[in-house]
């Protein structure tokens, strides 16, 4: 069979592609219209922003799935395994190891204080406002360069199947998201995930089947990729600097594991539940259920290797694809080319990620601004009035996240290296607050205040140097699949088989394709890649740069934790006692899990056991009122003892 690509391999959506495509999206926006007209008489905030804390715990778990993978994932997560290896299924193993360990901490902690924003759990325990503010200013940028990037995704891939233009789509991403997200309510967000977590597992496992029965089987896809020095999971550097190794993947993840579990998104989610037990079950589904979901993408992008390699026409040295996150819309073309509506279904399912995620941040960026900012500032309002007026907020979010998706595409490389660098500089230091707040006790809120402040300024400071400085060399991707069967007009196959990623439009159009030209790249004998010498590299402060971004969530959770210890030391550290057990957590009985109960006994005896004489005669006057209540709020009876032991535990949280 003759795989040789021609001029003529470019292919186009048909009217079968569109029809899928728009009624996709119509389900969307059905859901939203229907659980606006189902909650008409239920017209009041807590309805609206965390379902009426009345969800099962399924599909919640699915929901805060579908907002964390998102369109980032289905082309982030294949475009660097193409590039750069496998050995990113790493990163999603830390995750899951965070988010387990760390249930024990959130969900005792901000479960039974029924709040709607993670952070009015900071003004609790601090007694402060300015941290609460801190902490959800650091909240709202996160999430809305994090929802740019999400608009940005599929417009990437629409422009690459469709050829239509990047930024109309991205308003239209961003108008059906305002709209069914803005009249239905986070219940409309939950089960949208729901039927759209459906859309995008059919497409990974079509694309997953189809790609690996062209290439020849599994064996040969592992073979290929192996032979070609991209199942690179064992690179035990421990040099900071170097963009992936074991250390950074597992170490960096784990970090920003935490930081997701402390996302005002993830504690919505929990809050919505109609139990603690409902909560913690949705989070031990979640985590594992995430983790599988990002390897099998990430062996979509070793698929996708193998089938081009097969075919001798790597797309982006051919300059077919100008982008690296186009690579899967493109391969999508490639090995659907002649089934009906699958491009479609593609799109369907690359959008139903980006709606997902979008509408997920909508509904939580606006709990945190009228929970946080605004409800504050006017006091008292009817339920019907805050309902509308946080309506309007998801609005206005959705038009400044859409504008936030511009300056998304100034940065270059992979959408989940952007991804993480974003989250990592402004969630960082919002974790580290959490971890403050419930593990030292000690701390006092100028030590938060200034804490978070410091570690959120480094971490935008080096994630952006990293992005923007000239004189940091760009990450170098791995040797590109053959390209001796492309059509001769695309591409001088000596010219472009080595590209640096980066900003490909101009790197390619630079190019002449008649003249030899250096390689930016060297291979070694293990099919690894090295940077060629730069002239010109990094000097003094620059240096800083080079640090791999998935280090930013240690050091900015770090630097929180370290500057508001020792702000507090010198501000006058709260006595024992001082703090309401309620908001502090016990580190042995929550993280050192793994310890015999004796070890992890005799380390609670250590730390401060005095409890102010006010905290305790409050709980002992007020237990038998909150377990009664706890009762009546619970549907099922067998939910009361464990809600009981929890609301034990936590008052005897002054122990370490």
Same mark, same amino acid.
């Given at each position: ?9 470019? %292919?186009?959506?048909?009217?079968? +592609? ?220 421990? +040099? ?78 051919? *300059? ?8 899967? &819309?493109?391969?999508?073309? +490639? ?56 309506? !309007? ?48 006790? *000690? ?110 969530? !240690? ?18 550290? %709260? ?20 310890? &015999?109960?004796?070890?992890? *006994? ?13 905290? *305790?005669? +409050? ?36 122990? !370490?």
């Amino acid at each position: 069979m003759d795989h040789k690509i021609t001029e003529n391999s470019q %292919n186009y959506m048909s009217i079968w +592609d569109y029809v899928v495509f728009a009624i996709s999206l119509a389900i969307s926006l059905v859901i939203g219209v229907f659980y606006a007209f189902v909650n008409k008489w239920k017209n009041n905030a807590e309805e609206y922003l965390v379902g009426g804390r009345s969800m099962s715990f399924l599909p919640t778990a699915i929901s805060l799935i579908v907002s964390f993978q998102s369109a980032i994932t289905m082309l982030g997560v294949p475009a660097e395994a193409y590039f750069f290896g496998f050995q990113y299924v790493l990163f999603p193993v830390g995750q899951c190891l965070a988010a387990l360990l760390f249930m024990n901490v959130v969900v005792p902690l901000l479960y039974p204080l029924r709040v709607t924003s993670a952070f009015e759990y900071l003004e609790l325990r601090f007694k402060s406002k300015a941290v609460r503010l801190l902490g959800s200013a650091m909240g709202i940028v996160s999430n809305i360069f994090y929802m740019g990037i999400v608009i940005y995704a599929p417009a990437v891939a629409l422009e690459a199947v469709t050829g239509y233009p990047l930024w109309n789509s991205t308003i239209v991403t961003s108008i059906a998201a305002v709209i069914y997200t803005s009249i239905g309510g986070l219940k409309a967000v939950i089960w949208t995930d729901v039927f759209q977590s459906l859309v995008m597992l059919a497409m990974m496992f079509a694309i997953l089947i189809k790609g690996t029965l062209e290439v020849g089987g599994p064996k040969q896809v592992w073979s290929m990729a192996e032979s070609a020095g991209r199942m690179n999971f064992w690179n035990f550097d421990p +040099d900071p600097t170097v963009r992936h190794t074991f250390w950074s993947l597992l170490i960096g993840s784990f970090f920003c594991g935490i930081s997701f579990v402390f996302l005002n998104s993830s504690v919505q989610r929990m809050s919505s539940t109609k139990t603690i037990t409902e909560a913690k079950r949705m989070l031990m589904f979640m985590a594992p259920a995430y983790m599988v979901a990002v390897i099998f993408f990430a062996y979509q992008g070793i698929v996708a290797f193998s089938y081009y390699q097969t075919k001798g026409c790597d797309p982006l040295a051919s *300059r077919q694809i100008t982008n690296p996150n186009q690579l899967i &819309p493109f391969i999508v073309k +490639d090995i659907f080319s002649h089934v009906p509506a699958m491009p479609g279904l593609f799109l369907a399912a690359l959008f139903s990620g980006s709606l997902s995620s979008l509408s997920s941040g909508l509904a939580s960026g606006a709990s945190m601004f009228w929970t946080d900012m605004l409800h504050p500032l006017l006091g008292d309002v009817s339920e019907n009035k805050s309902t509308i007026i946080i309506k !309007v907020i998801v609005i206005v979010y959705g038009c400044i996240t859409c504008a936030a998706s511009f300056f998304i595409a100034k940065i270059g490389g992979t959408l989940i290296q952007i991804t993480i660098s974003v989250l990592n500089s402004c969630s960082g230091p919002s974790s580290g607050l959490f971890m403050l707040g419930c593990f030292f006790p *000690r701390c006092n809120s100028k030590g938060a205040l200034a804490g978070g402040v410091v570690a959120f300024v480094v971490g935008i400071w080096i994630s952006l140097g990293n992005s923007f400085s000239p004189n940091i060399p760009r990450p170098v991707r791995l040797q590109s699949a053959s390209t001796d069967q492309c059509y001769s007009g695309l591409v001088n196959s000596s010219a472009m088989m080595y590209t640096a990623y980066g900003d490909y439009a101009s790197i390619l159009s630079d190019v002449n394709l008649t003249a030899p030209t250096t390689p930016v790249v060297l291979t070694t004998d293990n099919g690894m890649a090295t940077s060629a010498p730069e002239e010109k590299g990094p000097s003094g402060i620059e240096h800083l740069y080079l640090l791999s971004y998935l280090y930013l969530s !240690v050091v900015s959770m770090s630097l929180t934790i370290t500057v508001g210890l020792i702000v507090s030391l010198i501000t006058g550290m %709260n006595k024992p006692g001082d703090v309401d057990p309620r908001y502090l957590v016990s580190a042995s009985e929550t993280l050192l899990v793994f310890l &015999p109960v004796s070890a992890r *006994r005799y380390i609670s005896s250590i730390g401060p056991q005095f409890m102010l004489e006010k905290y *305790r005669s +409050d709980r002992d006057q007020n237990r038998a009122e909150k377990e009664e209540t706890a009762f009546c709020a619970i549907e099922d009876p067998h939910e009361v003892q464990p809600f009981c032991e929890v609301q034990r535990s936590i008052s005897d949280g002054c122990r !370490v």
